[in-house]
């Protein structure tokens, strides 16, 4: 069925509408730049436009963000310098490691990173593979869990330059204390949160760990928080900078973000691993099983005795005593025959050797054969078959159910209701291992507001983001190319739902249909005014009462042959200028011109 002329005439206006809007945008979306460079075509002095045109577009260059005031630690670099001036190398080793593995000897650098899409934006680098990595540095102030309503929001960019195979990238904030030595910071040093990235073969994670202090043993146990739902596995291997945000409430609610999209939250209650309040109550440690304890629900029925005709000697299977070998079966031919076509190599030594033959290949006169060889009769199941006989299960007796310890009262229970008030923070430290080098940190930040850090993230992340997508358009992936297409011009949803939406809705109710429902219903009202010679404004005729039924339905076919509504405009004055003056006594005459004119009277309408 083809389209209706009408609709074809919508799709293209709408088609032609968006390719307009869209020519509009991006005419509004060029640079100051690249107007400036059109503008100055006609300069005569600008005679090297055709190279400038085809260079990459200069990047932007760095410009120092606005610490938050009151941040705790803000860090970003903007020299070599600020290594040594701001970071403490660590000087220490690990416990229990071969003392050629043991020290932190991997290599870090303050330098601009080779993939920098911004110019003097230099960044802290992990340098060395397959080494032990560490360093530090003290926080502004200690940051004290104290107060109800204030937040602690820790929030830093991880760029993987080379991809990450194996290693992590994660942060410590070190508990703060009078014994704190930044030169001798180990995988020992007490760390009151764990935050961060890490990654080795298809395991990624998304830490955060808190270290929490049982206040009757004075235990310290690390609790893991939920995995996160979403897929992490790009931002490991995109290479590109991902910044990662950690939200503590005072409510005991916490909330991950990695590019400031919602990643994983839930509750230091409910969502730790273990949780940090321990049960109320606990299996006896002390309890032991019963010798006699029977956890059998089943036993064999010791009543049972075997059958006096159980034969367990008879084999399963046993030969088909009627089968025949097929006919034309080559008993004597064997499955494989001296390739003909094999020649002896003309350096073959049969001393050295041996006896030279020819290499087997399968025998022709088998394939047009049902089988060559000898024939052996099938094997079928033998009807005596039983197997080896044992007694029926019956239920046990002395069954008791499965064993478990008695429960008792936990006497390590606590109920601590405000687990975010944690050990103090004092400093903030990298101690990492990894397989990839070129891992690139920066714009480290520590506060007590979310609002700080998103205005921080602003003026860094969000910045270095649009430059790297513009550094490589072909790592754009679509839902950026989407959003940043309409983040400036939110009318093109409208007019993609328009075109895509609206023709797919029209398409389908159009196949759908039978036939248009105006001439359906039209097609009806006649044919119930043909049967029951309902009167119409048209039919002032006496006798159209008396109208034939072969009359009406030539006057059905009759309307099948007209097309056109100006055919049908015709036809009906005609009539009507019958109808004015009839014929007296030619009742049969106006009572054909009465009905053709009750069946045109819905079209003219």
């Given at each position: 069925t083809a389209m209706p002329h009408r609709m074809k005439l919508l799709l293209l206006a709408l088609l032609l509408l968006l390719a307009t809007e869209l020519a509009a945008g991006a005419e509004d979306a060029r640079s100051p730049d690249a107007e400036a460079d059109v503008s100055d075509d006609d300069d005569p002095a600008d005679d090297k436009a055709g190279v400038d045109a085809a260079a990459p577009p200069a990047k932007p260059v760095f410009t120092p963000p606005k610490v938050p005031a009151g941040a705790y630690y803000a860090q970003f670099f903007t020299a070599p310098s600020?290594?040594?001036?701001?970071?403490?190398?660590?000087?220490?080793?690990?416990?229990?490691?071969?003392?050629?593995?043991?020290?932190?000897d991997g290599f870090w650098s303050v330098e601009v990173p080779e993939s920098s899409a911004i110019d003097a934006d230099f960044a802290l680098v992990l340098k060395s593979k397959a080494k032990h990595h560490a360093v530090s540095a003290k926080l502004a102030k200690?940051?004290?869990?104290?107060?109800?309503?204030?937040?602690?929001?820790?929030?830093y960019e991880v760029k993987f330059q080379n991809g990450m195979d194996c290693g992590g990238a994660y942060v410590k904030l070190l508990t703060d204390g009078p014994g704190m030595d930044l030169k001798e910071f180990n995988d020992k040093t007490p760390y009151t949160i764990m935050f961060g990235p890490d990654k080795c073969g298809m395991d990624h994670k998304l830490h955060f760990i808190l270290r929490h202090k049982n206040p009757?043993?004075?235990?310290?146990?690390?609790?893991?928080?939920?995995?996160?739902?979403?897929?992490l596995d790009s931002y490991f291997n995109d290479k590109r900078t991902h910044l990662y945000t950690l939200v503590l409430n005072s409510d005991n609610s916490f909330e991950v973000y990695v590019d400031r999209s919602?990643?994983?939250?839930?509750?230091?209650?409910?969502?730790?691993?273990?949780?940090?309040?321990?049960?109320?109550?606990?299996?006896?440690?002390?309890?032991?099983?019963?010798?006699?304890?029977?956890?059998?629900?089943?036993?064999?029925?010791?009543?049972?005795?075997?059958?006096?005709?159980?034969?367990?000697?008879q084999p399963e299977f046993i030969e088909d005593a009627e089968a025949v070998m097929?006919?034309?079966?080559?008993?004597?031919?064997?499955?494989?025959?001296?390739?003909?076509?094999?020649?002896?190599?003309?350096?073959?030594?049969?001393?050295?050797?041996?006896?030279?033959?020819?290499?087997?290949?399968?025998?022709?006169?088998?394939?047009?054969?049902?089988?060559?060889?000898?024939?052996?009769?099938?094997?079928?199941?033998?009807?005596?078959y039983k197997g080896k006989w044992s007694a029926p299960m019956i239920d046990n007796p002395a069954y008791k159910g499965i064993w478990k310890p008695r429960v008792i009262p936990n006497p390590d229970y606590f109920e601590d209701k405000e687990p975010w008030r944690f050990a103090p923070i004092g400093a903030i430290g990298f101690e990492?291992?990894?397989?990839?080098?070129?891992?690139?940190?920066d714009n480290l930040l520590i506060v007590d507001r979310k609002s700080l850090a998103d205005d921080f993230a602003e003026q860094t992340w969000t910045v270095k983001r649009e430059a790297e997508r513009l550094a490589d358009p072909g790592a754009q992936s679509v839902v950026d190319a989407v959003r940043d297409a309409t983040k400036d011009r939110p009318w093109i949803w409208a007019v993609l739902l328009l075109v895509i939406a609206l023709p797919a809705v029209l398409l389908i109710v159009y196949c759908c249909r039978g036939s248009p429902a105006p001439a359906a219903s039209q097609a009806s009202q006649a044919a119930r005014r043909k049967k029951t010679d309902e009167a119409t404004p048209d039919s002032g005729a006496p006798a159209a009462a008396t109208e034939s039924k072969a009359n009406l339905e030539s006057d059905e076919d009759e309307e099948g042959d007209e097309n056109g509504e100006q055919q049908d405009g015709e036809e009906a004055g005609d009539d009507e200028g019958e109808e004015a003056a009839p014929a007296k006594g030619d009742s049969a005459k106006a009572g054909n011109e009465s009905g053709s004119a009750r069946k045109r009277a819905p079209r003219k309408e």
């Amino acid at each position: 069925t083809a389209m209706p002329h009408r609709m074809k005439l919508l799709l293209l206006a709408l088609l032609l509408l968006l390719a307009t809007e869209l020519a509009a945008g991006a005419e509004d979306a060029r640079s100051p730049d690249a107007e400036a460079d059109v503008s100055d075509d006609d300069d005569p002095a600008d005679d090297k436009a055709g190279v400038d045109a085809a260079a990459p577009p200069a990047k932007p260059v760095f410009t120092p963000p606005k610490v938050p005031a009151g941040a705790y630690y803000a860090q970003f670099f903007t020299a070599p310098s600020n290594l040594a001036e701001q970071l403490v190398l660590s000087k220490s080793k690990k416990e229990g490691v071969d003392s050629d593995l043991s020290k932190y000897d991997g290599f870090w650098s303050v330098e601009v990173p080779e993939s920098s899409a911004i110019d003097a934006d230099f960044a802290l680098v992990l340098k060395s593979k397959a080494k032990h990595h560490a360093v530090s540095a003290k926080l502004a102030k200690p940051f004290a869990f104290d107060q109800p309503g204030k937040q602690f929001v820790m929030q830093y960019e991880v760029k993987f330059q080379n991809g990450m195979d194996c290693g992590g990238a994660y942060v410590k904030l070190l508990t703060d204390g009078p014994g704190m030595d930044l030169k001798e910071f180990n995988d020992k040093t007490p760390y009151t949160i764990m935050f961060g990235p890490d990654k080795c073969g298809m395991d990624h994670k998304l830490h955060f760990i808190l270290r929490h202090k049982n206040p009757k043993s004075g235990k310290i146990e690390e609790k893991h928080a939920k995995k996160p739902k979403a897929d992490l596995d790009s931002y490991f291997n995109d290479k590109r900078t991902h910044l990662y945000t950690l939200v503590l409430n005072s409510d005991n609610s916490f909330e991950v973000y990695v590019d400031r999209s919602l990643v994983n939250s839930g509750s230091l209650l409910e969502d730790m691993q273990p949780p940090v309040n321990p049960p109320k109550e606990i299996d006896d440690p002390n309890d032991k099983k019963p010798a006699d304890w029977d956890e059998r629900e089943k036993i064999p029925d010791p009543k049972a005795v075997k059958p006096d005709d159980w034969d367990e000697t008879q084999p399963e299977f046993i030969e088909d005593a009627e089968a025949v070998m097929p006919q034309g079966w080559l008993v004597d031919e064997p499955l494989t025959v001296p390739d003909p076509k094999a020649e002896k190599p003309k350096d073959w030594d049969e001393d050295m050797d041996g006896s030279w033959e020819p290499a087997q290949v399968d025998n022709p006169k088998c394939k047009e054969a049902p089988g060559c060889g000898p024939w052996t009769r099938p094997k079928v199941k033998n009807p005596k078959y039983k197997g080896k006989w044992s007694a029926p299960m019956i239920d046990n007796p002395a069954y008791k159910g499965i064993w478990k310890p008695r429960v008792i009262p936990n006497p390590d229970y606590f109920e601590d209701k405000e687990p975010w008030r944690f050990a103090p923070i004092g400093a903030i430290g990298f101690e990492l291992w990894s397989m990839n080098d070129g891992v690139v940190f920066d714009n480290l930040l520590i506060v007590d507001r979310k609002s700080l850090a998103d205005d921080f993230a602003e003026q860094t992340w969000t910045v270095k983001r649009e430059a790297e997508r513009l550094a490589d358009p072909g790592a754009q992936s679509v839902v950026d190319a989407v959003r940043d297409a309409t983040k400036d011009r939110p009318w093109i949803w409208a007019v993609l739902l328009l075109v895509i939406a609206l023709p797919a809705v029209l398409l389908i109710v159009y196949c759908c249909r039978g036939s248009p429902a105006p001439a359906a219903s039209q097609a009806s009202q006649a044919a119930r005014r043909k049967k029951t010679d309902e009167a119409t404004p048209d039919s002032g005729a006496p006798a159209a009462a008396t109208e034939s039924k072969a009359n009406l339905e030539s006057d059905e076919d009759e309307e099948g042959d007209e097309n056109g509504e100006q055919q049908d405009g015709e036809e009906a004055g005609d009539d009507e200028g019958e109808e004015a003056a009839p014929a007296k006594g030619d009742s049969a005459k106006a009572g054909n011109e009465s009905g053709s004119a009750r069946k045109r009277a819905p079209r003219k309408e």
